[in-house]
């Protein structure tokens, strides 16, 4: 005999299982998405070369329209994992041209960089600075002219001997 009382223990019962029903579905969409953004990342491995087919190491590696990038190794090769954005790579260093490439379904790729004189000639390095002699990490040598007169050195190496 079914009393008024378990009808209500019944119902009772039963909110836990619809609410892990809730449960399991909430928890079945969030991996499904969670899967989803896992695929939609894609790496992109590859080699920096220049015309000579020598690698170019420490190339700036950037994916387009992001600032999501990386850098060559020594030996000009480069991992970056795209995130959501342009499927195009920008790569840069001084001394050669900006490449730009489109990737499409490429995973692995090979890059050749073009020499560019004229930006070779725009760069200027200074390397000269007084400092103190006890500020100084290294060897240095004061040499004067009269020393060198009475050497007679062949050449500069020679007089400073």
Partial sequence: MVTHEHLNMKKILQKPIQILGRSK?????????????????????????????????AV???????????????DGNFSITLVAGENALIFSSIGFKTNELA??????INVTLVEDSEQLQEVVVIGFQKVEREKVLGSTVGVSSESLQQAAPVDLLQGIQ
Avoid: C, R, W, Y
Avoid at 60 to 74: E, I, P, R, S
């Fill in 25 to 57: 579905s909430l928890l079945v969409v969030f991996v499904f998405f969670l899967s989803i953004s896992a695929m939609a990342q894609k790496t992109i491995t590859g080699t920096i070369l220049d015309e000579n087919g020598t690698p170019i190491p």
């Fill in 60 to 74: 700036n590696v950037l994916q387009k329209g992001t600032t999501n990038g990386t850098a060559a190794d020594f």
């Fill in 103 to 108: 990737l499409g379904a490429a995973t692995n």
